[in-house]
């Protein structure tokens, strides 16, 4: 069975905001986030899209959700790496 390694990129495509992955990395970079924790914060952001979508400013909407979600994944992320230890 071929498995395909999935990139940042790859996520962004699959949940439709590829338009503002430029404006996700620069807030990750700001906050000091990893690619790791954006990836996840970008599941979650299209799972807040698909309950709540945005009805005026879609990249308004889309900062704000993801700063959220980028402090959400990076508690999932290591509330996950605990459990393993």
């Given at each position: ?8 990129e790859?996520?962004f ?16 970079g ?13 599941c ?5 899209f ?21 402090h ?8 996950m790496?605990?459990r393993?230890r």
């Amino acid at each position: 069975m071929k498995h395909t390694i999935l990139t940042i990129e790859d996520y962004f495509i699959r949940t439709n905001f590829y338009d503002l992955l430029p404006l996700a990395v620069e807030i990750a970079g700001d906050l000091g986030y990893t690619q790791e924790e954006m990836i996840e914060a970008i599941c979650k952001v299209h799972d807040k899209f698909c309950q709540y979508p945005p009805t005026r400013n879609r990249t308004a909407w889309f900062s704000m959700v993801f700063k959220e979600k980028l402090h959400e994944a990076r508690g999932d992320l290591l509330s996950m790496k605990a459990r393993v230890r």
